[in-house]
């Protein structure tokens, strides 16, 4: 089997006889509905494919088409003229000026197609004039797609004075789209965030958002009958390479790269991008982190001081995560549009939604992005050294050697700039040690949660092996003895003697001075 690795073109993965996961139905669907169209998904999910299908069968490419679900639905196949621009070859522009002459370069090709008169001297001003000429030259609408629309924005979110600058480059490029609605057939948008329509698409005020439609829902990603359909020859294989059956390799794939939702009732779906990598490299990995956690995420989080232990089971409103982006009070709007966290609940009857990390790979891999940002060590040492050694000793329920590895660690932590200065504030201290090794935990996949909620209080921290539940309590200046009676008194470790596992409760004292581990004390 052929996979589509870095192939982003339609022509080019049906021509080339690559896998290609035929959802040319929901494409239809989504090409006869609203005329002014915007779909939000993360990276490396799809939405080029889904841009470059669109380019192609307003194109009226009928061929590249042939056998796939489209057929059924589709008769005309008229030719449309199709302006296609991909926004991510304008991110990382220094200045507005800069960012205007990219778009402008952009539209050339078109100018060259369809022609340019005088005063046609901004990305607007020429864009208004090619979508006029391209319907009278062709006697058809025009289909304008515009993929990665956020790209230019990303990286200058709080820096006021740019942002500003470029808004106001994008508005005026997008305000001819409202103004030729009569010469346009369809308009198609996709990026990673969602900016108000009023501060980047300014006029366009009949924009629909089918990012959380349960029709689209799927547009996007694998889903389970997908991959059972059109994967399992590639399943088979796997599982080869890793001398194991074929429903164990499926199980395997589908703990570290299913578990998204994009509406509240709806199927949930493989991230593609890893999932195919996984076949081609014939090895299971984190993909999706090739390159790293995006830099613009990280500065959010930290602009916004976001609690990276708190990101499993946030109950929320709709209004709380798809919120336009510039008007964001916390980072919970982007972590859902850029997946790292996604839906794994609905509640009609409130409109509550459930948010969670989606899987494996992305909590393995957050937690490696984040550890430089929050706790300045470097993912991959921690990884392969401390972070493997501690596994180690609680799965053989080896504390005292798993509580010495953690003291020797912590006392050789490089702080970064500025966490000295927050751990001396009280309310802060113990929060740091439950961040680390929160951290570290989850880089491990390792099942960890911090300050759980129970009918005595708040746990500090449990963390679950294959058969044994840790329960533990952190003092920083008092006793382990302490903290081992605050388990007992308030019952922290009842809720767990029921499910099978041995229950340890570790009570841990860190020194203020030292910031390490002090003294520990345990109760099997």
Not at 274 to 300: C, E, M, V
Not at 307 to 335: H, K, Q, W, Y
């Amino acid at each position: 089997m052929k996979y589509p690795i870095g192939i982003q073109t339609f022509s080019e993965m049906i021509r080339g006889k690559y896998v290609y996961i035929d959802k040319t139905d929901i494409v239809w669907q989504m090409a006869n509905g609203a005329k002014f169209t915007f779909l939000s998904r993360p990276r490396r999910f799809g939405k080029s494919l889904l841009s470059s299908t669109l380019h192609f069968y307003f194109d009226g490419d009928r061929a590249l088409f042939e056998g796939l679900k489209i057929m059924q639905y589709e008769t005309e196949w008229n030719s449309y003229p199709v302006l296609h621009f991909d926004l991510s070859t304008a991110k990382n522009q220094a200045t507005a000026d800069w960012l205007q002459q990219r778009l402008m370069l952009m539209l050339s090709n078109y100018a060259e197609l369809y022609g340019r008169k005088t005063g046609e001297e901004t990305p607007g001003g020429l864009l208004e004039g090619i979508i006029q000429r391209a319907y009278q030259q062709t006697g058809r609408q025009v289909a304008v797609i515009v993929d990665e629309y956020d790209a230019p924005l990303l990286d200058v979110l709080h820096q006021d004075t740019l942002l500003a600058d470029f808004r106001r480059v994008m508005q005026e490029f997008y305000q001819p789209l409202k103004a030729c609605e009569p010469m346009i057939r369809f308009c198609f948008i996709t990026g990673i965030t969602k900016f108000s329509q009023l501060s980047i698409f300014s006029t366009l005020n009949n924009l629909k958002n089918i990012s959380m439609d349960s029709a689209f829902a799927t547009v996007c990603g694998i889903t389970e009958e997908e991959l059972t359909a059109n994967l399992t020859p590639a399943m088979d294989e796997l599982a080869a390479e890793y001398e194991c059956s074929t429903d164990e390799i499926h199980q395997k794939l589908k703990r570290r790269y299913d578990g998204y939702h994009f509406a509240g009732h709806s199927k949930e779906v493989y991230n593609p991008f890893s999932l195919l990598k996984a076949f081609d490299h014939k090895r299971i990995d984190n993909y999706w982190f090739d390159t790293g956690t995006p830099t613009f995420l990280i500065r959010q989080m930290q602009y916004f001081r976001t609690d990276i232990t708190g990101m499993d089971d946030i109950e929320v409103p709709a209004s709380a995560f798809d919120r336009p982006t510039e008007a964001m009070t916390t980072a919970l709007p982007l972590l859902y549009q850029s997946g790292y966290l996604t839906i794994k609940d609905y509640d009609r009857e409130s409109l509550a939604y459930t948010l969670s990390i989606p899987n494996q790979e992305v909590r393995i891999g957050f937690a490696e992005g984040l550890l430089p940002a929050y706790a300045g060590l470097d993912g991959a040492h921690v990884q392969m050294g401390f972070a493997l050694k501690l596994w180690r000793a609680l799965k053989q329920k080896d504390i005292d050697r798993a509580m010495s590895e953690m003291q020797a660690y912590l006392a050789g932590i490089p702080y970064v700039e500025g966490f000295k200065k927050k751990l001396a504030e009280a309310a802060l201290k113990k929060g740091f040690y439950e961040y680390t090794l929160y951290l570290i935990f989850s880089m491990l996949n390792v099942y960890v949660r911090t300050q759980v909620k129970c009918l005595g209080g708040r746990i500090d921290m449990v963390v679950q092996m294959p058969d044994t539940t840790y329960v533990f309590e952190f003092k920083t200046g008092g006793t382990a003895t302490k903290a081992l009676h605050q388990i007992a008194d308030r019952g922290y470790d009842r809720p767990y003697h029921t499910e099978g596992r041995d229950v340890v409760a570790v009570g841990i004292s860190f020194d203020p001075e030292t910031m390490t581990v002090k003294e520990w004390r345990i109760v099997e």
